[in-house]
């Protein structure tokens, strides 16, 4: 079965730190990822998302990612973070035979001003 | 556009009791879905909609039934809620036009079972 490991549970940063978040899938074919990201209170708004063509892939309000198809990865970076990215990020992941998608369990992350 | 609609917002009930999640999308959009989302745990995606008049189990379908009532509506129906079934319930929609497709999501119910 289809996984999806994000192995920070719980990220504390300071204003203009740099992010990293890691995100691993288990499925060996070919997949359509995606980092979704939940504002306190809010449903899932999509950051960015990977179908094919360059790895590195540009979201919205800065963030990019990063697809390792030989690591099975596609971590989240941002080169400073603000205090309004204070939220859970969700990685998920869906492979071209299924419909759904899979999501990790999300990581929380608080940006201390 | 409204986007992906659910109602309501938040609920109480008590165990045994029924309740159905409303879930609407004006996107025109094929596929739905219904996770559920625990602490800790992500999102667990409940039951699908490919179609208007299909429905697949997803993860987690134990204590559920969905009504594709149309191509915009996809409820989510607990016939004896149990206190396992406290969570945050999302609905989603995608449409088929990108290859993969992007789902947009609702902004949830919350519900509380004593």
């Known amino acids: 079965a289809q996984s999806v490991s994000q192995h920070n549970h719980h990220v504390i940063l300071s204003e203009a730190a740099s992010l990293e978040l890691g995100c691993n899938y288990s499925y060996g074919g070919t997949v359509n990822l995606f980092w979704y990201v939940q504002y306190p209170g809010q449903h899932l708004q999509l950051l960015l998302k990977y179908f094919s063509g360059d790895p590195l892939v540009k979201g919205i309000k800065g963030f990019e990612a990063e697809f390792i198809k030989s690591k099975f990865s596609f971590n989240l970076r941002k080169p400073s973070v603000q205090w309004s990215d204070t939220a859970e990020y969700f990685c998920a992941v869906r492979n071209t035979g299924r419909r759904a998608l899979t999501f990790g369990s999300g990581t929380r992350l608080q940006v201390q001003p | 556009n409204a986007g992906v609609t659910q109602t309501p917002k938040f609920q109480v009930l008590k165990t045994g009791q029924s309740m159905t999640l409303q879930c609407a999308q004006d996107?025109?959009?094929?596929?739905m879905y219904w996770y559920r989302q625990d602490p800790g745990m992500g999102l667990r995606l409940i039951y699908y909609s490919a179609s208007e008049g299909t429905t697949d189990k997803g993860e987690v379908p134990n204590g559920y039934n969905v009504s594709r009532l149309n191509k915009r509506e996809f409820s989510l129906r607990l016939e004896s809620a149990a206190p396992s079934q406290t969570s945050v319930y999302f609905c989603?929609?995608?449409?088929?036009?990108?290859?993969?497709?992007?789902?947009?999501f609702g902004p949830g119910t919350r519900l509380l079972v004593l």
């Open positions: 996107m025109n959009h094929n596929s």
């Open positions: 989603a929609s995608r449409g088929e036009g990108a290859v993969g497709g992007t789902q947009y």
